[in-house]
């Protein structure tokens, strides 16, 4: 495998893909209508992220009243927490282990908590204000986070800094790397990571228009471009493909991982099936893609 992975490594390096999405065919995914059945009464606020855990529950995370919600896969209410301590809801990821893990942008923090929304770690400053590119332990405005095989974890960082860091399974800093920038391995608002099977690491350089792709210590592989301005990023290990929330566009992408386009799906619009600024994205085990919008302050659900 690593000798595979340094293969591929030589064969991408400082190369280019672009795609065309004039010609780009729809998606077939239909939407599932009035999927999130919440309590009389409830709503979603600006839904900013989202998750599905190992039993296919969704997660989402959101600027309401209840900011972590978990349904079902046929959008029935399991759970909500009420007082979570975040500033503003940005990425949620669900690990292996089914811990909950919550990017707070405004908060400058990521904080993992287990499933009944007790915290078991926090890398934030006191006061929780903003870090450098020189704070190991905090950001400056986050976004999402991605998590190794091994159990460690990167962090997208973010809107005030331009970086992605890396750290171990207990939250140990390891290494970061990026700056504010153009070329490669640069960064104009890292808004999401997210890695595939072979461990590979694909940032959504979301002002540059970009997806750039890096090997797991951070060394410039690729960059896709001519996509959209990725927001959210959702790969699909049973596709051998990634999904791309765009947006800029109003729309999602599916790529193959050449970085080529394959599909799209939405558009704007209020109605149910289009999006106003989808955030985010997840993909459960039979292929279904659960869309966060800000917007619309709503999930919506697509079935392949």
Request: with cysteine; aromatic share 10%.
């Amino acid at each position: 495998m690593k000798a595979m992975c340094g293969l591929f490594a030589l064969a991408l390096a400082g190369r280019s893909f672009s795609a065309d999405l004039a010609t780009a065919p729809k998606l077939p995914h239909k939407l599932v209508r009035d999927w999130a059945q919440l309590p009389e009464g409830w709503n979603f606020g600006e839904a900013s992220g989202v998750s599905v855990d190992r039993q296919d529950n969704v997660w989402v995370f959101n600027r309401g009243a209840h900011p972590v919600i978990q349904l079902d896969r046929n959008g029935r209410l399991l759970k909500a927490w009420k007082d979570v301590a975040v500033l503003s809801s940005h990425g949620i990821k669900v690990d292996p282990q089914n811990n909950v893990w919550l990017v707070d942008v405004k908060g400058h923090s990521v904080a993992k908590y287990d499933m009944a929304g007790h915290l078991q770690m926090i890398l934030a400053n006191a006061g929780r204000g903003p870090g450098d590119m020189e704070t190991k332990y905090a950001f400056n405005q986050p976004t999402g986070l991605a998590f190794r095989p091994d159990g460690g974890f990167y962090v997208s960082d973010g809107y005030g800094n331009s970086r992605v860091a890396q750290y171990s399974t207990h939250g140990v800093f390891l290494r970061q790397w990026g700056k504010k920038g153009t070329g490669d391995g640069e960064f104009n608002l890292v808004h999401d990571v997210t890695l595939d099977k072979a461990g590979r690491v694909y940032v959504a350089d979301r002002s540059n228009h970009r997806i750039q792709v890096f090997d797991a210590e951070g060394r410039f592989l690729a960059k896709w471009t001519g996509i959209g301005s990725p927001w959210g990023l959702a790969y699909s290990e049973k596709e051998g493909a990634m999904y791309m929330c765009d947006g800029e566009n109003n729309r999602v992408v599916k790529l193959n991982m050449d970085g080529q386009v394959l599909g799209v799906l939405g558009g704007f619009g209020k109605a149910p099936g289009l999006f106003d600024f989808p955030h985010h994205m997840a993909i459960d085990s039979n292929g279904a893609l659960y869309v966060v919008e800000i917007k619309n302050w709503r999930v919506q659900k697509f079935v392949p």
